[in-house]
């Protein structure tokens, strides 16, 4: 979607490395998600941002929320195989129970 | 706590032939958006069921049609399927109505048309 936009597309890491994926809106955001998908598979709920300047981790994966340039970004510290795949954004562009529209999403390689 | 389910997982179906996928929500969850994901690209959103009503619909035609049951879980349906049908079909669920923003994703079903 262009009222989405992630990058890179495409990201190779050695493992170890730190890495940072943006998620960029043309318009104002209500509420930012982030997944994590293996190869055809579904969709896994990693963090749900909603207010500006907010910031959650979960294990070595931290997200923020820049409401002023409705942007996002994920930090992954210290990579590790397991973190492989692709991360999607996904952004609510109204309040309420409005439908959430994804980026094309950022494919993540870790060589060991 | 079963996460949301859905079925089949594969399935290949010939053009102009009809399918019904199926999805049970998340438990407590009583909201069910479905999401078309074509390959190497996002999910876009076909609708939402919430009350047993289509409550919001995307950008895709009356092919797609859907049905939410008194148990919360849903069925898409598409009709005279095309070649560009094929996709990964995602069904989301939330809870109190999607107002919380909770949205979590099934495993999908692939749908194959030849």
């Known amino acids: 979607s262009q009222e989405l936009e992630q990058s890179p597309q495409s990201l190779i890491v050695q493992e170890g490395k730190n890495l940072t994926i943006n998620c960029t809106s043309s318009?104002?955001?209500?509420?930012l998600y982030w997944y994590k998908q293996k190869y055809g598979e579904g969709l896994i709920f990693l963090m749900m941002?909603?207010?500006?300047?907010e910031e959650k981790s979960h294990e070595k994966i931290t997200a923020k929320l820049d409401e002023k340039k409705q942007q996002s970004s994920l930090h992954i510290t210290a990579s590790q195989p397991s973190h492989a795949g692709i991360y999607l954004c996904g952004a609510r562009h109204s309040g309420g129970y409005q439908k959430v529209t994804f980026g094309t999403g950022t494919k993540l390689q870790v060589i060991p | 706590d079963a996460g949301v389910t859905q079925s089949p997982t594969h399935l290949i179906k010939t053009r102009g032939q009809q399918v019904t996928l199926r999805c049970s929500p998340k438990s407590g969850h009583d909201t069910v958006s479905w999401y078309q994901q074509a390959l190497g690209q996002g999910p876009q959103f076909i609708f939402q069921?919430?009350?047993?009503?289509?409550?919001q619909r995307g950008n895709f035609p009356d092919r797609f049609s859907g049905h939410q049951f008194p148990n919360y879980s849903s069925e898409l349906n598409v009709n005279a399927l095309l070649l560009g049908d094929s996709a990964l079909y995602l069904c989301?669920?939330?809870?109190?109505?999607?107002?919380?923003?909770?949205?979590?994703f099934g495993e999908g079903s692939r749908l194959t048309v030849l």
């Open positions: 941002l909603q207010k500006g300047g």
């Open positions: 318009k104002t955001l209500y509420g």
């Open positions: 069921y919430y009350e047993e009503e289509e409550r």
């Open positions: 989301a669920s939330s809870p109190t109505g999607g107002a919380t923003g909770e949205l979590f």
